[in-house]
Protein backbone atom coordinates (compact mmCIF):
# COMPACT_ATOMS: atom_id res chain seq x y z
CA UNK A 1 0.00 0.00 0.00
CA UNK A 2 1.30 3.71 -1.02
CA UNK A 3 0.68 7.00 -0.20
CA UNK A 4 0.24 9.89 -2.71
CA UNK A 5 1.06 13.13 -2.94
CA UNK A 6 0.08 15.17 -5.68
CA UNK A 7 1.88 18.04 -6.62
CA UNK A 8 0.83 21.59 -7.15
CA UNK A 9 1.24 21.55 -10.76
CA UNK A 10 -1.49 19.27 -12.34
CA UNK A 11 0.43 17.50 -14.76
CA UNK A 12 3.41 17.22 -12.35
CA UNK A 13 4.06 13.71 -11.17
CA UNK A 14 2.91 12.02 -8.58
CA UNK A 15 5.28 11.08 -5.85
CA UNK A 16 4.77 8.02 -3.64
CA UNK A 17 5.71 7.19 -0.51
CA UNK A 18 5.67 3.81 1.27
CA UNK A 19 3.01 4.40 4.19
CA UNK A 20 5.10 7.76 5.65
CA UNK A 21 1.89 8.55 8.25
CA UNK A 22 0.82 4.80 8.95
CA UNK A 23 3.21 4.11 11.91
CA UNK A 24 2.29 7.55 13.08
CA UNK A 25 -1.30 6.41 12.55
CA UNK A 26 -0.42 3.83 15.08
CA UNK A 27 1.38 6.31 17.31
CA UNK A 28 4.01 3.98 17.43
CA UNK A 29 6.58 6.66 17.79
CA UNK A 30 8.74 7.16 14.48
CA UNK A 31 10.70 10.08 13.91
CA UNK A 32 8.10 12.30 13.31
CA UNK A 33 7.09 11.77 16.65
CA UNK A 34 3.95 10.11 18.64
CA UNK A 35 0.77 12.33 17.83
CA UNK A 36 -0.82 15.09 19.54
CA UNK A 37 -4.36 15.15 19.60
CA UNK A 38 -7.59 16.83 21.18
CA UNK A 39 -9.84 14.86 22.53
CA UNK A 40 -12.67 15.68 24.78
CA UNK A 41 -11.13 18.76 26.18
CA UNK A 42 -7.88 17.05 26.83
CA UNK A 43 -4.65 17.38 24.55
CA UNK A 44 -2.97 13.49 24.61
CA UNK A 45 -0.17 11.66 23.20
CA UNK A 46 -1.19 8.05 23.22
CA UNK A 47 -2.24 7.15 26.73
CA UNK A 48 -0.38 10.64 28.19
CA UNK A 49 -2.26 13.86 28.63
CA UNK A 50 -0.71 16.59 28.37
CA UNK A 51 -0.97 19.66 30.63
CA UNK A 52 -2.58 22.74 29.02
CA UNK A 53 0.12 25.19 29.20
CA UNK A 54 2.31 23.37 27.32
CA UNK A 55 4.71 25.20 25.63
CA UNK A 56 5.99 24.23 21.52
CA UNK A 57 7.66 25.81 18.44
CA UNK A 58 5.04 25.27 16.03
CA UNK A 59 7.07 24.46 12.91
CA UNK A 60 4.43 25.67 10.55
CA UNK A 61 6.83 25.50 7.61
CA UNK A 62 6.23 22.11 7.89
CA UNK A 63 2.51 21.81 7.53
CA UNK A 64 0.56 19.43 5.95
CA UNK A 65 -3.18 19.03 4.85
CA UNK A 66 -4.77 16.83 3.30
CA UNK A 67 -7.67 13.59 2.39
CA UNK A 68 -6.95 10.64 4.44
CA UNK A 69 -9.03 7.47 3.64
CA UNK A 70 -9.80 4.82 6.16
CA UNK A 71 -11.00 1.52 6.29
CA UNK A 72 -11.58 -0.54 9.45
CA UNK A 73 -10.10 1.93 11.25
CA UNK A 74 -6.72 1.79 8.87
CA UNK A 75 -5.01 4.20 6.38
CA UNK A 76 -5.54 2.90 3.31
CA UNK A 77 -4.87 5.94 0.76
CA UNK A 78 -3.89 9.89 1.26
CA UNK A 79 -3.58 12.96 -0.37
CA UNK A 80 -1.64 15.04 1.70
CA UNK A 81 0.97 17.61 0.95
CA UNK A 82 2.67 20.52 2.13
CA UNK A 83 1.00 24.29 2.50
CA UNK A 84 4.43 25.87 1.89
CA UNK A 85 4.81 23.89 -1.52
CA UNK A 86 1.87 25.22 -2.62
CA UNK A 87 -0.47 21.90 -2.49
CA UNK A 88 -3.67 22.10 -3.75
CA UNK A 89 -6.34 20.04 -1.68
CA UNK A 90 -8.39 18.27 -3.98
CA UNK A 91 -12.33 18.34 -3.91
CA UNK A 92 -14.36 15.70 -2.11
CA UNK A 93 -15.76 14.91 -5.39
CA UNK A 94 -12.76 14.77 -7.15
CA UNK A 95 -12.02 11.64 -4.76
CA UNK A 96 -12.89 8.03 -4.61
CA UNK A 97 -16.06 6.77 -3.04
CA UNK A 98 -18.52 9.53 -3.36
CA UNK A 99 -21.53 7.43 -3.11
CA UNK A 100 -22.96 7.75 0.80
CA UNK A 101 -24.96 4.41 -0.26
CA UNK A 102 -21.92 2.44 -0.64
CA UNK A 103 -19.93 3.30 2.60
CA UNK A 104 -19.76 1.93 5.97
CA UNK A 105 -21.90 2.77 8.86
CA UNK A 106 -21.22 4.22 11.99
CA UNK A 107 -22.16 3.39 15.68
CA UNK A 108 -25.33 5.28 14.85
CA UNK A 109 -26.05 3.24 11.66
CA UNK A 110 -25.16 6.06 9.78
CA UNK A 111 -23.29 6.25 6.57
CA UNK A 112 -19.29 7.70 7.53
CA UNK A 113 -17.27 9.27 4.73
CA UNK A 114 -14.05 7.08 4.39
CA UNK A 115 -12.70 10.24 3.05
CA UNK A 116 -11.49 12.60 6.62
CA UNK A 117 -9.58 15.62 5.99
CA UNK A 118 -6.64 16.08 8.03
CA UNK A 119 -4.41 18.72 9.41
CA UNK A 120 -0.48 17.87 10.52
CA UNK A 121 1.43 20.30 12.51
CA UNK A 122 5.01 19.67 13.57
CA UNK A 123 5.54 20.61 17.58
CA UNK A 124 8.96 20.62 18.89
CA UNK A 125 8.50 21.00 23.28
CA UNK A 126 10.40 24.13 24.27
CA UNK A 127 11.73 22.01 27.83
CA UNK A 128 12.17 18.81 26.51
CA UNK A 129 13.25 19.01 22.92
CA UNK A 130 10.41 15.92 21.81
CA UNK A 131 9.01 15.80 18.64
CA UNK A 132 5.11 15.18 18.49
CA UNK A 133 2.98 16.31 15.66
CA UNK A 134 -0.60 17.41 16.56
CA UNK A 135 -3.03 15.92 14.15
CA UNK A 136 -6.79 17.49 13.67
CA UNK A 137 -9.66 16.96 11.53
CA UNK A 138 -12.42 18.92 13.76
CA UNK A 139 -13.19 22.57 12.55
CA UNK A 140 -12.44 23.38 15.79
CA UNK A 141 -9.19 22.11 15.71
CA UNK A 142 -8.69 23.62 12.16
CA UNK A 143 -9.71 26.88 13.09
CA UNK A 144 -7.09 26.89 15.35
CA UNK A 145 -4.01 26.07 12.97
CA UNK A 146 -6.03 28.63 10.17
CA UNK A 147 -5.55 31.57 12.97
CA UNK A 148 -1.49 30.72 12.91
CA UNK A 149 -0.96 30.74 9.85
CA UNK A 150 -2.89 33.81 9.33
CA UNK A 151 -0.36 35.26 11.98
CA UNK A 152 2.84 33.52 10.38
CA UNK A 153 1.56 34.44 6.83
CA UNK A 154 0.98 38.47 7.63
CA UNK A 155 4.53 39.17 6.60
CA UNK A 156 8.17 37.17 6.12
CA UNK A 157 9.44 36.06 9.37
CA UNK A 158 13.44 36.01 8.52
CA UNK A 159 12.80 31.81 9.75
CA UNK A 160 11.46 32.56 13.03
CA UNK A 161 8.89 30.24 14.09
CA UNK A 162 6.17 30.40 16.91
CA UNK A 163 5.73 29.44 19.83
CA UNK A 164 2.52 28.23 20.77
CA UNK A 165 0.96 27.26 24.32
CA UNK A 166 -1.65 24.60 24.50
CA UNK A 167 -5.01 25.88 25.25
CA UNK A 168 -8.75 25.32 24.93
CA UNK A 169 -11.75 27.16 23.72
CA UNK A 170 -15.16 26.31 24.67
CA UNK A 171 -18.69 27.68 23.46
CA UNK A 172 -22.11 26.83 24.24
CA UNK A 173 -24.27 24.80 22.07
CA UNK A 174 -27.88 25.16 21.34
CA UNK A 175 -28.13 21.81 21.18
CA UNK A 176 -24.61 19.55 23.02
CA UNK A 177 -23.60 22.41 25.53
CA UNK A 178 -20.67 23.47 26.44
CA UNK A 179 -18.14 22.44 23.36
CA UNK A 180 -14.14 22.66 23.86
CA UNK A 181 -12.28 23.22 20.97
CA UNK A 182 -8.45 23.48 20.42
CA UNK A 183 -6.76 26.50 20.96
CA UNK A 184 -2.91 27.65 19.84
CA UNK A 185 -2.02 31.21 21.01
CA UNK A 186 1.41 32.53 20.36
CA UNK A 187 3.25 33.24 23.13
CA UNK A 188 6.42 34.17 21.29
CA UNK A 189 8.75 33.44 18.82
CA UNK A 190 11.58 30.77 18.80
CA UNK A 191 14.57 32.92 17.89
CA UNK A 192 14.33 36.13 19.16
CA UNK A 193 17.27 37.58 20.88
CA UNK A 194 14.45 37.67 24.09
CA UNK A 195 14.14 34.26 24.28
CA UNK A 196 16.15 32.21 26.88
CA UNK A 197 19.26 30.85 26.36
CA UNK A 198 18.56 27.30 27.54
CA UNK A 199 15.38 27.37 25.16
CA UNK A 200 15.54 24.56 22.53
CA UNK A 201 15.92 25.41 18.96
CA UNK A 202 14.73 23.14 16.39
CA UNK A 203 18.55 21.88 14.63
CA UNK A 204 19.58 21.66 18.32
CA UNK A 205 16.75 19.07 19.33
CA UNK A 206 15.18 17.46 16.65
CA UNK A 207 17.35 17.51 13.74
CA UNK A 208 16.14 19.10 10.09
CA UNK A 209 12.75 18.73 9.86
CA UNK A 210 12.91 19.25 6.11
CA UNK A 211 15.05 16.04 6.00
CA UNK A 212 12.55 14.01 8.15
CA UNK A 213 8.84 15.28 7.09
CA UNK A 214 7.76 12.93 3.69
CA UNK A 215 7.12 15.72 1.48
Known sequence: MKSEVVNKEPNAAVVSYENPWLEAAAETGNELGRLL?????????????????TE????????????????????????????????????RNELS??????????????????????????LVNIESGELVTFVTGSKGG???IGMLCRVYGRKNRDGLLPIVAL???????????????PDLPIVGWDGEPTASPTQPRIGDTAGDLNDQMPF
Open 37 to 53: KFVKGKYETGDDEVPEG
Open 56 to 91: YVAHIDQLVRGWVKFEDNKVVEQHLGKVADGFRIPA
Open 97 to 122: DTDPEKWAKDGSEKPRDPWVAQWYLP
Open 142 to 144: IRA
Open 167 to 181: KTRSYKHQQYGRIET
